[in-house]
């Protein structure tokens, strides 16, 4: 079982930068792949960004949408996961989530389908205005 908190929303200008941070309370979060997605009104829930466990090599996933601005990392003593979004545009307005899934062997570590992640947090604001 693992708890996410997010934390780090709030309001920015186009082009500015925020960080959003991600607690996870659990003992076992070294062995879940960790992921942000975002939620504007009116859209679906799209994938931003996925991580890996750290002894397979973190590998690090995004959407194409956020490639070259965001960055994702966890730092797995803490039991945290960050986002770092940069070039931050009106068009990535929304509530921005963490989300956990087990790694399990056999299938993929990060996945980019909302109901394929099992634990989620209670999401953070992210407002850009122009």
């Known amino acids: 079982q693992v708890q996410l908190v997010e934390s780090g929303g709030g309001l920015v200008q186009a082009g500015g930068s925020l960080r959003l941070s991600c607690a996870a309370s659990?003992?076992?979060?070294?062995?879940?792949?960790m992921g942000w997605f975002r939620q504007a009104p009116g859209k679906e829930r799209e994938f931003v960004a996925g991580i890996g466990i750290n002894w397979r090599g973190g590998s690090t996933y995004y959407s194409d949408s956020v490639k070259g601005r965001f960055t994702i990392s966890r730092d797995n003593a803490k039991n945290m996961v960050y986002l770092q979004m940069s070039s931050l545009e009106p068009e990535d307005t929304a509530v921005y989530y963490c989300?956990?899934?087990?790694?399990?062997?056999?299938?993929?570590?990060?996945?980019?389908?909302?109901?394929?992640?099992?634990?989620w947090g209670q999401g953070t604001q992210v407002t850009v205005a122009s």
């Open positions: 659990g003992r076992t979060f070294s062995n879940y792949a």
């Open positions: 989300a956990g899934r087990p790694v399990v062997a056999g299938r993929p570590v990060v996945v980019v389908t909302p109901t394929s992640w099992d634990y």
